[in-house]
Nanobody, 122 residues
């Protein structure tokens, strides 16, 4: 199983940017998907999560500015970011709880994408 994130880049303060992350491989089902970020010198923090049924939750710092969504048919999670601030600068990682079949039993574990850099600067 692999999670491939894309969409990062340089954007001016107040601008918008969209990220996407697609899961591929031997997947039975996907539960919660989410985005995390890690700024230089800081710990990784939760940005937003979305359940398989589409219930979203956000960190207070991004509420009203970021929107998480998913396409279950495409095993993809999106993060639309608007009104970006310099403090949003970070490497953004996607995460997904993926259920797989081993041939004898089902099991679920979390997987991480490789990270995509978002830089908010003028």
């Amino acid at each position: 199983v692999q999670l491939q994130a894309s969409g990062g880049g340089l954007v001016q303060p107040g601008g918008s940017l969209g990220l996407s992350c697609v899961a591929s491989g031997s997947i039975f089902s996907i539960g919660v998907m989410g985005w995390y970020r890690q700024a230089p010198g800081k710990q990784r923090e939760l940005v937003a999560t979305i359940s398989a049924s589409g219930i979203a939750d956000y960190a207070d710092s991004v509420k009203g500015r970021f929107t998480i969504s998913r396409d279950n048919a495409k095993n993809t999670v999106y993060l639309q970011m608007s009104r970006l601030k310099p403090e949003d600068t970070a490497v953004y990682y996607c995460n997904a709880d993926i259920e797989r079949y081993s041939g004898a039993y089902y099991y679920t574990r979390g997987y991480w994408g490789q990270g995509t850099l978002v830089t908010v600067s003028s």
